[in-house]
């Protein structure tokens, strides 16, 4: 994006997401113009809670319901499982740098 607006420079930060063996996933932004302002985190191949049927809320009275039916988590992927990891990297390296 800053490629395109200059002005954006020093505000955002591209995301990518990389699998569990550290490549990136098929589905992700690549670094390419933005690898100077890109960072990337485990967003393929994630196992998440929630139900993985639509005729289950996933609201459970006990884990032995959603074991028994296997629907207490499922694997996803996507740069918006990648997100909180490269906020939570960029808020420890701020804090660490002392950058405002």
């Known amino acids: 994006m800053t490629y395109l607006i200059p002005e954006l420079q020093g505000h955002v930060v591209a995301v990518a997401s990389v699998d569990e063996n550290g490549f990136i996933s098929d589905f992700s932004n690549r670094c390419g113009v933005s690898s100077d302002y890109c ?11 929630y139900p993985t049927s639509a005729s289950e809320p996933g609201i459970y009275e006990s884990t032995d319901s959603c074991v028994q039916t296997n629907s207490c988590y499922a694997v996803a992927g996507g ?10 990297g960029l808020a420890i390296l701020s ?6």
Do not use: E, K, R
């Open 79 to 88: 740069t918006s499982f990648a997100a909180p990891h490269v906020a939570g």
């Open 39 to 49: 960072i990337s985190a485990p967003g393929g191949g994630i196992t998440v809670a």
């Open 95 to 100: 804090n660490i740098l002392m950058v405002n």
